[in-house]
């Protein structure tokens, strides 16, 4: 049938297939319910005819002990009304005898006959015997039919329980059955769908077979080659541009390396060029040095744009911590205010195995950082100590400054490439992830957060040796130099 040939019809059958169990679920329960509730009216005026039938035989007993003619005659009106619920019941289809039907009657009439007697002496023994029997009569029709009645109610309400429990189960497999054809034939195509797909990004076939699919797969089948053809056509540009993007960033990453020695450099020169007869000579020599220094550093980065790996691989040597932070403090102290104030509070033996030239630029970038978070007058607390991570046994730095601070959002993203909170032509976002690349190339770890209180708070933990994990033996040692922050 063509009809089934879309996944729409397939779908709107399963669901009114469904639909029609549910109603007729429903159409049945409301059946069974009347049935049931038919019983129990029943039930009721069976109850309502017995309880008549006990007044008006405890009325008569009242009669015969204190002779209240009050008494006898709410007997009579008792058993009268009994004998009316009686006549209702018998036109309610319940099979009586001519017997049952008129035993309520004549105890009406036996109360009658004893009111009009109740005022002589005495009530003939005959009387009395009549009304016992006949009042016992009526009242064994009510035991009995009320008992009728009970049993009555029981079958309706297990009946309807049974076919209740018989609807849910056909109900629930009819529908279980119809979802798992629905399913299938709905599903079938798309796992089609799935693996051409996978055949495609195995490189096996350019294209999807749309072959006995329903209409709408086929539809997106062809939706899919024609992108498939598409992105064809523009995957070469798309990696043209990437290796744009790439090599853009990379010339970035270097421009922004290549200006903190450029800027000691000149601020060095300067320096000589306008107290060149003033300044002593060991100062002198001090400033040379550095500038020397600061051309190797921008030889050692310019040589890292060469396909030698032997530049780029990193020249790890153990590292006096106090004075590798004291010399990246120094370089930066002509870039910053005089007023900002900065500390070490570091152990002046602890040593570190990393790449002298690059690490220091890891420090430059990160307190260069935060020295332009700060107000004039700022502070930046630099700690540093031994401990145990995960990484391995190495050495931590905490950069600490009493800055703006920042947000859990701004800390997710600190580290990307060209993001920046600064205002536009005051930095471009790489002096974080230049710092995070080179601290990676340790296998070490950077992160950052925001300070209670403002300010921003930066670690930084280098392990002495690459993917290794020290044992307790190791922490133990460690235990002996290392110091809490």
Known sequence: MKILTSLHAKILIGYAVVGVLFVGFIVNSLIQFRLLQAELGKQTATVVFFDALRDARRLEKNFLLYEKKGDLNEAIDKAASAAQLLKDIAGEQIDFADSELVAVTAYRDRLLELMHVQGEQSVPPD???????????????????????????????????????????????????????VTRSVVRPIREIERNLQKIA???TGRLAGNDLSEEVASLAQSINDTLQELEARQKAVAQSTRLVALGTMLSGVAHELNNPLSNISSSCQILLEEWQELPGDQIQRLLSQIDNQVLRSQRIVSSLSNDPESKALHRTKENVYRLTEEATSLLRNQILPSVTITIDADRKIEAMVDQTRFQ???????????????????????????????????????EDDGTGMTDAVAQRIFDPFYTTKPTGQGVGLGLFIAHEIVSQHDGIITAEGAPGGGTRIWIHVPDQSHAHETENASAELGQESHES
Do not use: C, M
């Open 361 to 399: 630029q890891v420090l430059i970038n990160v307190i260069k950082n935060a020295a332009e978070a700060v107000e004039a007058d700022g502070k930046i607390i630099i700690r540093a100590w031994r401990e145990v991570f995960p990484e391995g046994r190495g050495t931590t730095w905490e950069i």
């Open 127 to 181: 009387l009395l015997k009549a009304v016992y029997l006949a009042g016992s009569a009526a009242l064994r029709l009510g035991e009995q039919l009320n008992s009728t009645t009970q049993q009555t109610v029981q079958e309706a309400l297990l009946r309807h329980e049974t076919n209740l429990q018989r609807s849910i189960w056909a109900g629930l497999l009819l529908g279980l059955i119809t979802g798992i054809l």
């Open 202 to 204: 195995r490189g096996e």
